[in-house]
């Protein structure tokens, strides 16, 4: 049913020639064949005297997930909020494709961890809402909302409201509308948190097979160790008041990624990684959230 044919912004991860899909990604191999999509440049944000994040400063590659994990507290979301320019810093900058991000700009879409759908749309109208605001034309809606909608495995919703759907189809719904405006920084924030263990992890898989398809800039917060070291390229661990980057820890698991990189003993090194570089920062954010 996948009519609608994009436009591909990349035939490998790599961006240069032809590279087997199952070979491990090196950072530098990353950076060096393509340039940055988003740089985060000294940030810093406050709000009143609490200083959330300071000095945060790191790249995205144009064909790179970035996993960023963090005590609560620690302004993971509001740094994608930074991003998106839905909110200023109070120090340095992001750019993106060289352009510094004031306001929100076309080609950055955001898929929230509460869905954010109209509840009064139907599934076609959520998933075209965002090209209706760019200005597409009725014909091009009506090429891309079906494409996008098959994509995300909703075929045959398209006339189906919110509150008919499980919050795993609301969320497929909202990674649609975040798509079809075929964007080169996806921000995730949280998306899955709101969904049950098992629909989790088909979503998790689900969003590999279509970054896969059409891969992108995209950085991705998250609580869970194991998403984290499943759907990054990079984990960057947020610590500290304020926050810093403490560590930025490079995924070195080979693509594709399915249900078996779970087994994989490369991965249960990484997520101990994180799990032991967080772990006691996490209960002291904890204590001082109940406090």
């Not at 070979?23 to 406050?46: D, H, W």
């Amino acid at each position: 049913m996948r009519q609608y044919t994009p436009c591909r912004q990349a035939t490998n991860l790599r961006g240069g020639s032809s590279v087997s899909a199952t070979e491990p990604l090196t950072l530098a191999s990353r950076q060096a064949a393509a340039p940055a999509r988003i740089r985060v440049n000294a940030l810093a944000k406050r709000y009143g005297r609490l200083d959330v994040f300071r000095d945060l400063t790191f790249e995205v590659g144009e064909r790179e997930i970035v996993s960023i994990v963090g005590p609560s507290g620690c302004g993971k979301t509001t740094l994608l909020r930074c991003v998106d320019g839905l909110m200023p810093a109070d120090e340095g900058e992001v750019l993106v494709d060289g352009k510094r991000v004031l306001a929100p700009i076309p080609g950055v879409a955001m898929v929230f961890q509460h869905f954010g759908l109209f509840p009064w749309k139907t599934v076609y109208d959520n998933v075209a809402y965002g090209l209706r605001m760019a200005g597409s034309s009725r014909k091009d809606i009506a090429r891309k909302v079906p494409y996008f909608v098959d994509l995300v495995g909703l075929s045959g919703f398209e006339k189906a409201y919110p509150f008919q759907m499980s919050g795993g189809m609301q969320q497929r719904c909202g990674l649609a509308r975040a798509l079809a405006v075929e964007p080169s920084v996806l921000l995730m924030d949280e998306p899955f948190a709101a969904v049950d263990a098992q629909t989790r992890e088909i979503l998790q898989l689900e969003l590999l097979r279509i970054w896969d398809e059409r891969p992108t800039a995209m950085l991705f917060v998250t609580h869970s160790i194991d998403e984290a070291v499943l759907m990054g390229h990079r984990v960057l661990v947020l610590k500290g008041r304020p926050a810093g980057i403490f560590e930025a820890i490079e995924v070195d698991l080979p693509h594709p990624r399915s249900r078996a990189t779970l087994s994989d003993p490369r991965f249960a090194a990484l997520r101990e990684h994180v799990w032991n570089t967080l772990k006691d920062e996490a209960r002291r954010a904890e204590l001082q959230l109940q406090h």
